[in-house]
């Protein structure tokens, strides 16, 4: 072997020798979190998002930041979720009414429902009717009547426009024949200070805090809840079913998405992490204490459950005849 061949095989097994080892894989989460929030603080969805990053802290050592950014139909906190680097360290806390509702009712959104991933339900929550005390109406007949008297006259507040709420509340009045007036609200805290001043005469919303106290000491009145059955949080209000509206079943899911980019290993290990939360004794408390039912499905069972929870709400949308933009 000549000098040269030597030199060359010496210059190569040093290379070797010197170069860098390659970079050890980044064990995640191996910095804090933000979760953006699509509602204000003091709401139901805030409750969620504070109670279970709490824990997640504690179980994943760092920290969760919460993130409030509601407005425009929760499209701001939508957005802005799916701006970041699809890396799993920014996830968004929003209804399902995102994939579900917003595609039906906007010709131009800033993004499709296919661009996130749902990563872990976390709650659902029962939807109450709630009326000032000023109308001295304790159900939904005695409403009906009062708001037939008095077209126009009347005022309902709902979290925004094209929700849950808000096509609920559209169908109670093309079913009752009644004529009142929406003002939407970016947050129910806001909502319901206006109920009891009776500046609004009527609120949909989770039976939850802020409404829920109010209801309780009969500062408000509530006409129905939703459910099969009534609500141990409030025995005496009867079901729509059995206020004679026995179709209006909505459905108020609150779900962590990510990006549809994310890796399905995050995934997993992000919905394991909310599944262990929402198992504790102490989450399972507050929540049911608020109105809220825990979940905690696998990703592909939340997919699929969405799909048909978005062909369901396309065609009441069309029913009603709303559009936003």
Not at 70 to 75: L, S
Not at 122 to 132: D, G, K, N, P
Not at 198 to 226: D, E, R, Y
Request: net charge positive; proline share 7%.
């Amino acid at each position: 072997m000549n000098i040269m061949k030597k030199w060359c095989m010496a210059t190569a097994v040093l290379g070797c020798m010197t170069s860098p080892p390659a970079p050890a894989q980044e064990t995640f989460p191996a910095k804090p979190i933000t979760l953006i929030v699509s509602y204000p603080p003091g709401g139901t969805v805030d409750l969620i998002a504070r109670t279970v990053s709490h824990q997640l802290r504690a179980s994943l050592g760092q920290t969760i930041v919460v993130e409030n950014r509601p407005g425009a139909n929760q499209i701001i906190a939508t957005s802005a979720a799916l701006r970041a680097p699809a890396d799993g360290y920014t996830l968004l806390l929003a209804d399902a009414g995102i994939v579900t509702l917003n595609p039906h009712l906007f010709k131009k959104l800033p993004y499709k429902a296919s661009d996130l991933q749902p990563i872990a339900d976390l709650a659902e929550a029962r939807i109450v009717l709630s009326a000032s005390k000023a109308l001295a109406s304790n159900n939904l007949a005695d409403f009906f009547k009062y708001a037939k008297a008095n077209p126009g006259k009347l005022n309902y507040g709902t979290l925004g426009v094209g929700n849950t709420h808000h096509l609920l509340l559209e169908s109670i009045k093309r079913q009752g024949g009644v004529d009142i007036v929406n003002v939407p609200y970016q947050g129910y805290a806001a909502a319901i200070n206006d109920l009891l001043g009776n500046q609004i005469q009527l609120v949909s919303g989770a039976l939850s805090p802020p409404a829920l106290g109010h209801l309780k000491t009969g500062a408000l009145h509530a006409l129905a809840v939703t459910g099969a059955t009534r609500s141990p949080l409030l025995p005496g209000t009867p079901t729509f079913a059995e206020a004679g509206f026995p179709e209006l079943q909505p459905r108020s899911s609150f779900i962590v998405y990510g990006s549809a980019r994310m890796s399905k290993e995050q995934v997993g290990f992000l919905n394991d992490a909310f599944a262990k939360v929402l198992s504790t004794p102490q989450t399972i408390s507050i929540f049911l204490e608020n109105g809220l039912d825990p979940q905690g499905h696998e990703p592909a069972e939340i997919k699929a459950d969405l799909s048909r929870m978005s062909e369901k709400n396309s065609a009441l949308i069309k029913s009603v005849g709303l559009t936003l933009d």
